[in-house]
T-cell receptor, first 111, second 114 residues
Framework: EAQVTQNPRYLITVTGKKLTVTCSQNMNHEYMSWYRQDPGLGLRQIYY???????DKGDVPEGYKVSRKEKRNFPLILESPSPNQTSLYFCASSGSNSPLHFGNGTRLTVT | AQTVTQSQPEMSVQEAETVTLSCTYDTSESNYYLFWYKQPPSRQMILVIR??????QNATENRFSVNFQKAAKSFSLKISDSQLGDTAMYFCAFMKYNNNDMRFGAGTRLTVKP
C-alpha cells in the first residue's frame, strides 16, 4: 500500500529536550515536505526537499532541522524544542505535478 | 508569493442539503493546480478533488464539485446531499505547475447536522 509513515503519533516532551519525528514514504517520490498545522493558520511549510541531499527552508523553519540522506526518509529534528513549537505536524510527499500524500500527523506538546 | 484565503472559519449544514465552501487565491502564474483536502477528526488529510487551471471544465467527484473561476481567482467547493461523514475541516490548496510547493488556506470547519 502506498503510504507516508510518520512516527510517533503523539509526543509530549519538555523544553530543550531534543527530539526527532520520523517520516518515510514508499512511493519513490522525490519531493517531501514538513508542515505544521495551527488553529486559524492552516498548514504552513517548515522545510521541503526536492531530492536526496537537497533541502530548503519553507515559511516557518526557525527551530527545526531536516535531513534527506535517503530518498524515502525525511526526519524532522527539533534540537531544543520550545512551547511555541507545540503543534500538529505533517509529513508529505508527492510526484511531479501531483497532489501531496500526507502522513497521519504527529501531535507534539512541549511543556 | 501565492496566498490562499478561506473566509469562512466555520459552517454548518443539515444532512442531505447542499453547502458551498469558498476559497480565493492570489497568483501571477497562469499554470497551476488547485485542491480541496478534507481533514476529519481522525486528522488524516484526504484529497477530495483537484482542478488544473488550464482546464475550463469544473472538476467533479461524486457529490463533490468545484466552481473554478480563473479570472476571479475563485475556487469554491460544493458538497451535495451532505452526509454526517462530511463533518470535517476542509482546506483549499494551491500548487504551481512544475513545483510541488503547496500553499494552504486557514481552513473551514464544516459540521453536518442530523
Amino acid at each position: 500500500e502506498a503510504q507516508v509513515t510518520q512516527n510517533p503519533r503523539y509526543l509530549i516532551t519538555v523544553t530543550g529536550k531534543k527530539l526527532t519525528v520520523t517520516c518515510s514514504q514508499n512511493m519513490n517520490h522525490e519531493y517531501m515536505s514538513w508542515y505544521r498545522q495551527d488553529p486559524g493558520l492552516g498548514l504552513r511549510q517548515i522545510y521541503y526537499s526536492m531530492n536526496v541531499e537537497v533541502t530548503d527552508k519553507g515559511d516557518v523553519p526557525e527551530g527545526y532541522k531536516v535531513s534527506r540522506k535517503e530518498k524515502r526518509n525525511f526526519p524532522l529534528i527539533l534540537e531544543s524544542p520550545s512551547p511555541n513549537q507545540t503543534s500538529l505536524y505533517f509529513c508529505a510527499s508527492s510526484g511531479s505535478n501531483s497532489p501531496l500524500h500526507f502522513g497521519n500527523g504527529t501531535r507534539l506538546t512541549v511543556t | 508569493a501565492q496566498t490562499v484565503t478561506q473566509s469562512q472559519p466555520e459552517m454548518s449544514v443539515q444532512e442531505a442539503e447542499t453547502v458551498t465552501l469558498s476559497c480565493t487565491y492570489d497568483t501571477s502564474e497562469s499554470n497551476y493546480y488547485l485542491f480541496w483536502y478534507k481533514q476529519p477528526p481522525s486528522r488524516q488529510m484526504i484529497l477530495v478533488i483537484r482542478q488544473e487551471a488550464y482546464k475550463q471544465q469544473n472538476a467533479t467527484e461524486n457529490r463533490f464539485s468545484v466552481n473554478f473561476q480563473k479570472a476571479a481567482k475563485s475556487f469554491s467547493l460544493k458538497i451535495s446531499d451532505s452526509q454526517l461523514g462530511d463533518t470535517a475541516m476542509y482546506f483549499c490548496a494551491f500548487m504551481k505547475y512544475n513545483n510541488n510547493d503547496m500553499r494552504f488556506g486557514a481552513g473551514t470547519r464544516l459540521t453536518v447536522k442530523p
